[in-house]
């Protein structure tokens, strides 16, 4: 099946510190999700994205819809210690059909 | 509070046991489904229900099954459990069925021995 690729996989850094990741595929989308997972709980939307290009804001987190309708990059600014958990992508398929979830990224942020 | 809730939060059981993991939902929701998490492949919806008696194979059906016989409920059935669905499961529910609208569960650690 279609799959999505998350980069990293797992990041350390220093709480303060800006955080860049990234979902890519072989395949074009036409709608773009990112989802934060904390420990114990299930995924909560964090930003949509429908339009190639795209830019949209929630806080401190920033997502874009690439270009290409490929991939699509989340970055958090100023990282502190509740941005913990696992950030994943999610993506529909041109055809409008099932979304596809990536693996997701799993983030650490030190005191 | 709008939630979805599942039990149990965490199970062990052996090959073969039947088993059933509830999903309740508080918010009126016509859709609900179900998916299963495993590491380094992320989410995989296993079935769906659009409304109540309707419920449709998801991307990995197979050794489950599920009914939705009142709109708040729908459980999730495991008739006999194989090690190869030891995994995360995760219960959601929205309004109208669109992904970016759907309210998860905590999730239900399985281990099947």
């Known amino acids: 099946g279609q799959q999505l690729n998350q980069s990293p996989q797992s990041m350390f850094i220093q709480e303060g510190e800006d955080v860049s990741m990234n979902c890519t595929s072989s395949?074009?989308?036409?709608?773009w999700l990112w989802y934060k997972q904390d420990p114990g709980e299930g995924p909560v939307l964090l930003i949509a994205?429908?339009?190639?290009?795209e830019l949209t804001s929630n806080g401190r987190l920033t997502a874009q819809f690439g270009i290409t309708r490929k991939d699509s990059f989340l970055n958090i600014s100023a990282s502190i210690p509740s941005d913990v958990g696992i950030y994943f992508c999610?993506?529909?398929?041109?055809?409008?059909?099932?979304?596809?979830f990536g693996p997701g990224t799993r983030l650490s942020v030190l005191p | 509070e709008a939630q979805v809730t599942q039990n149990p939060r965490y199970l062990i059981t052996v090959t073969g046991k039947k088993l059933t993991v509830t999903c309740s939902q508080n918010m009126n929701h016509e859709y609900m489904s179900w998916y299963r998490q495993d590491p380094g492949l992320g989410l995989r919806q296993i079935y769906y229900s659009m409304n109540v008696e309707v419920t449709d194979k998801g991307d990995v059906p197979e050794g489950y099954k599920v009914s939705r016989k009142e709109k708040r409920n729908f459980p999730l059935i495991l008739e006999s459990p194989s090690p190869n669905q030891t995994s995360l499961y995760f219960c959601?529910?929205?309004?109208?069925?669109?992904?970016?609208?759907?309210?998860f569960g905590p999730g239900t650690r399985l281990l099947v021995l």
């Open positions: 959601a529910s929205s309004l109208s069925g669109a992904v970016e609208t759907q309210y």
């Open positions: 994205l429908y339009k190639a290009g």
């Open positions: 999610a993506g529909q398929l041109l055809d409008g059909q099932n979304f596809v």
């Open positions: 395949s074009i989308f036409n709608t």
